[in-house]
């Protein structure tokens, strides 16, 4: 009997792969352009990481952000990059969106905004968008490999892609990676467009952890592991000169080291090896304070100390030095001195960060220098693109990500082809 012959692969104009916040707003706007699309991620649910995002609430952009100047807000080696796609998709034409869809929002404080109600309602946006545009979306569904013809079966286009999957193979004209980084593992992170880039000759800039509670290990963190659960604001920088960066924001004690808005925003920048200085008092001269308070007060350092910084903080400081553990009035002020200065300027030096597991985000990714800022299109390989965390390009702590993941996959969807291209 002769062989029966096998099924053609379906054809789509563009296979996305990676059902998170860029690929599905991609996805969207595609279909609605009039391209066929499918969306291919292997987990089982759909945009995990949206759903845990801002305490369930999903912090889903940032009204401050000014694309005149996103490196103010953006880390990577080119942070000028991500300028053109931020600037043509604003958070106001997301907040426009959301508004459309009747979701109530709200401003916590330095322009991030909320949900009212559950993350769910993003995700079922998205969901709705994708529906609106005839969006096929195959999920769970692994993509076993990734191949690229020079010829394209509809005769149309410079080239074609074959992806193979757990349900079977698809050929597409355009191919988008929007599969994220590798924080949060538990929630199904993987290097897969790391690893496409490479295929295909692209550079990655290493990744690692960012916002991410850092540690400090051995003896060094002993004294103040008893401190866990305390938070307070501070002013924390790190870096010298033009690298120097710093914060003012919430400072969270662990048992393992620090956390809290502060330290995930200044893990972005912090390079191992280098120290952190830590104002916990910002804005306070505390050395004028402390002076005052000897000249009139007879209480105990620490008690004075604790009109300043949380008393568990100015009973852990004041512990450890016994020039320190009397009243006031009977310090020396060299010992006063050194009090003040630490507390205005401690340094330290993590030994690490709480890795992929606890980091919001990853840094690092396909290097911008590969990629169309215009269209997210690797300039080496026609109809590659690449989008969200998965570039390198990762934002401040408080909705730059997700803003980042909404305009790169704009600009990368109005510049997909269709067949009336």
Same mark, same amino acid.
């Given at each position: 009997?002769?062989?029966?012959?096998?099924?053609?692969?379906?054809?789509?104009?563009?296979?996305?792969?990676?059902?998170?916040?860029?690929?599905?707003?991609?996805?969207?706007?595609?279909?609605?352009?009039?391209?066929?699309? #499918?969306?291919?991620?292997?987990?089982?649910?759909?945009?995990?990481?949206?759903?845990?995002?801002?305490?369930?609430?999903?912090?889903?952009?940032?009204?401050?952000?000014?694309?005149?100047?996103?490196?103010?807000?953006?880390?990577?080696?080119?942070?000028?990059?991500?300028?053109?796609?931020?600037?043509?998709?604003?958070?106001?034409?997301?907040?426009?969106?959301?508004?459309?869809?009747?979701?109530? %929002?709200?401003?916590?404080?330095?322009?991030?905004?909320?949900?009212?109600?559950?993350?769910?309602?993003?995700?079922?946006?998205?969901?709705?968008?994708?529906?609106?545009?005839?969006?096929?979306?195959?999920?769970?569904?692994?993509?076993?490999?990734?191949?690229?013809?020079?010829?394209?079966?509809?005769?149309?286009?410079?080239?074609?892609?074959?992806?193979?999957?757990?349900?079977?193979?698809?050929?597409?004209?355009?191919?988008?990676?929007?599969?994220?980084?590798? @924080?949060?593992?538990?929630?199904?992170?993987?290097?897969?467009?790391?690893?496409?880039?490479?295929?295909?000759? #692209?550079?990655?800039?290493?990744?690692?952890?960012?916002?991410?509670?850092?540690?400090?290990?051995?003896?060094? %963190?002993?004294?103040?592991?008893?401190?866990?659960?305390?938070?307070?604001?501070?002013?924390?920088?790190?870096?010298?000169?033009?690298?120097?960066?710093?914060?003012?924001?919430?400072?969270?004690?662990?048992?393992?080291?620090?956390?809290?808005?502060?330290?995930?925003?200044?893990?972005?920048?912090?390079?191992?090896?280098?120290?952190?200085?830590?104002?916990?008092?910002?804005?306070?001269?505390?050395?004028?304070?402390?002076?005052?308070?000897?000249?009139?007060?007879?209480?105990?350092?620490?008690?004075? #100390?604790?009109?300043?910084?949380? @008393?568990?903080?100015?009973?852990? %400081?004041?512990?450890?030095?016994?020039?320190?553990?009397?009243?006031?009035?009977?310090?020396?002020?060299?010992?006063?001195?050194?009090?003040?200065?630490?507390?205005?300027?401690?340094?330290?030096?993590?030994?690490?960060?709480?890795?992929?597991?606890?980091?919001?985000?990853?840094?690092?990714?396909?290097?911008?220098?590969?990629?169309?800022?215009?269209?997210?299109?690797?300039?080496?390989?026609?109809?590659?693109?690449?989008?969200?965390?998965?570039?390198?390009?990762?934002? %401040?702590?408080?909705?730059?990500?997700?803003?980042?993941?909404?305009?790169?996959?704009?600009?990368?969807?109005?510049?997909?082809?269709?067949?009336? @291209?």
């Amino acid at each position: 009997m002769p062989t029966p012959a096998r099924a053609a692969a379906a054809f789509f104009d563009v296979v996305i792969v990676g059902a998170g916040a860029a690929g599905l707003f991609c996805a969207a706007q595609a279909g609605q352009r009039g391209l066929k699309v #499918l969306v291919i991620d292997h987990s089982e649910r759909v945009a995990e990481k949206i759903r845990i995002s801002g305490g369930g609430r999903c912090n889903f952009t940032n009204r401050d952000l000014d694309p005149r100047a996103p490196q103010r807000h953006f880390v990577g080696d080119n942070p000028h990059f991500c300028r053109s796609a931020l600037a043509r998709y604003t958070p106001q034409h997301f907040i426009a969106l959301v508004e459309r869809h009747g979701i109530a %929002w709200h401003e916590k404080h330095k322009g991030q905004l909320f949900c009212d109600g559950p993350s769910q309602q993003i995700i079922d946006m998205l969901l709705a968008e994708c529906a609106d545009g005839s969006v096929e979306r195959w999920q769970p569904c692994a993509v076993r490999s990734v191949a690229f013809s020079a010829s394209s079966p509809d005769g149309a286009g410079a080239g074609s892609y074959q992806i193979h999957s757990d349900r079977g193979s698809v050929v597409a004209r355009q191919l988008v990676i929007a599969t994220g980084g590798l @924080s949060i593992p538990q929630l199904g992170a993987s290097d897969f467009g790391y690893r496409v880039a490479k295929q295909f000759g #692209l550079r990655v800039v290493e990744p690692r952890p960012a916002l991410v509670p850092l540690t400090f290990g051995g003896d060094a %963190w002993t004294p103040y592991a008893g401190l866990a659960g305390l938070a307070l604001p501070v002013e924390i920088a790190t870096g010298s000169k033009k690298t120097r960066m710093q914060f003012v924001e919430d400072l969270l004690f662990t048992h393992r080291g620090l956390s809290g808005p502060a330290v995930l925003q200044i893990s972005s920048y912090w390079q191992p090896g280098t120290p952190l200085a830590i104002d916990f008092a910002p804005g306070v001269d505390v050395g004028a304070a402390l002076a005052a308070a000897k000249r009139d007060s007879r209480k105990r350092i620490a008690n004075e #100390l604790a009109a300043l910084v949380p @008393s568990r903080l100015a009973d852990a %400081w004041v512990g450890e030095d016994p020039a320190l553990q009397r009243p006031i009035n009977e310090a020396a002020d060299k010992a006063l001195a050194g009090l003040a200065e630490r507390i205005a300027h401690w340094e330290i030096t993590p030994d690490g960060t709480e890795g992929y597991r606890k980091a919001e985000v990853t840094a690092g990714g396909v290097d911008t220098r590969e990629l169309s800022s215009q269209t997210m299109e690797a300039t080496r390989q026609p109809g590659l693109h690449f989008i969200g965390e998965v570039v390198d390009v990762t934002g %401040w702590l408080g909705g730059y990500n997700f803003q980042w993941a909404w305009a790169s996959a704009h600009a990368c969807a109005q510049a997909l082809a269709g067949d009336a @291209s």
